[in-house]
């Protein structure tokens, strides 16, 4: 492959035809990618749609990010979202802006990213279609679709006073991954800024590779929002801002409290040892999956219990009103959680 080759270079029916290949195909897939609109087998007869943008700058740095990891983390973030509401991830349309002097090889790799990241999170899920565009910002655009397989679907709402609180996956791994990018994947300019520095970035993934991993490359536990909603969840959500403000929009929604065990949310998570109650807290981009059940019921997969729904409103820890919230809001900026 020559290095000359770009997205300029060879055209956008010419990259489609390196794309295409290297894409999942959905088990739901009845028509693909290469017409105005792709067609999904809908058996349930409803759709669970959700979507979400990767811009550079905010989201992700190319200095820290391999395409293969945007690819990987942009299926993540709304295989999660889709899994959260109970169903099973079915199809991908990705859209992407990219400047016109990108390698192709870039894209290639992107795409391995998104095969890799759907086979193993949610085998059968593919992608069936999206958009190319030129932008000098790196933008990644996913929408994500979901079957509910007969169930109702896992609202926010649905908690009640006396069920227990679990989440499936770890609580903070991925701020501990950014904290350490940002505080040793980065030099400093002469003026006193930081800026990421892919050299810097591999010497700390080496050290500390399984939190690096849980930031740029997540793997939430696609299949247990389908575990979760046969197994009796009465709520559920993914943690992709933080637990703190995650749990809060469960229990505004749901009308209630939401008091956390502070042991239990910084016990040893699935990646790494244990977790500082802060980046528990306040740290974004785990995905993993908070839900409610009745009290007394055996909890499927791997959610563990780290709370009680109580009277009241709003999140408590250990009986007290938890007022911090950090996370990420992407109008305020990082705040210990997403970047």
């Not at 002097?101 to 990241?117: M, Q, V, W």
């Not at 709370?307 to 900026?333: F, I, Q």
Request: charged share 20%; glycine share 12%.
């Amino acid at each position: 492959m020559s290095a000359a080759e770009t997205l300029a270079s060879l055209g956008e029916a010419a990259v489609l035809q390196r794309i295409f290949p290297r894409l999942p195909t959905a088990t739901a897939e009845l028509l693909g990618p290469g017409d105005d609109a792709a067609v999904l087998a809908t058996p349930d007869g409803r759709v669970v749609i959700t979507t979400d943008m990767m811009i550079h700058g905010p989201d992700f740095r190319l200095a820290w990010s391999s395409p293969r990891d945007l690819g990987w983390k942009a299926a993540a973030s709304n295989l999660a979202d889709v899994a959260a509401m109970g169903a099973v991830p079915t199809a991908l349309v990705v859209a992407l802006a990219a400047a016109s002097d990108t390698p192709i090889a870039f894209l290639e790799e992107f795409a391995d990213g998104l095969r890799a990241g759907c086979e193993a999170m949610a085998p059968g899920c593919g992608v069936v279609g999206g958009d190319l565009s030129v932008s000098s910002t790196l933008t990644i655009a996913v929408t994500a679709f979901g079957d509910l397989e007969g169930r109702e679907p896992v609202l926010r709402s649905g908690a009640r006073v006396g069920d227990i609180v679990a989440v499936s996956g770890p609580l903070g791994a991925a701020a501990e991954g950014l904290r350490l990018l940002f505080e040793h994947g980065a030099v400093t300019l002469v003026d006193g800024s930081r800026e990421p520095d892919a050299a810097a970035a591999a010497r700390v993934t080496r050290e500390h590779p399984a939190a690096i991993a849980a930031q740029l490359r997540p793997h939430p536990p696609i299949a247990d929002g389908r575990a979760a909603a046969i197994g009796g969840a009465t709520a559920m959500l993914d943690l992709s801002d933080g637990l703190a403000i995650d749990a809060r929009r469960l229990a505004v929604a749901s009308g209630v409290g939401v008091d956390l065990d502070p042991a239990a949310i910084a016990s040893p998570s699935q990646s790494s040892a244990a977790t500082s109650p802060r980046d528990a807290l306040d740290g974004g981009e785990d995905h993993s999956l908070l839900a409610t059940f009745p009290a007394g019921v055996d909890l499927p997969g791997g959610f563990r219990v780290i709370g009680t729904v109580v009277e009241g409103s709003g999140v408590l820890v250990g009986g007290r009103p938890y007022e911090r919230a950090g996370g990420w809001d992407p109008y305020e900026g990082w705040d210990g959680g997403s970047g």
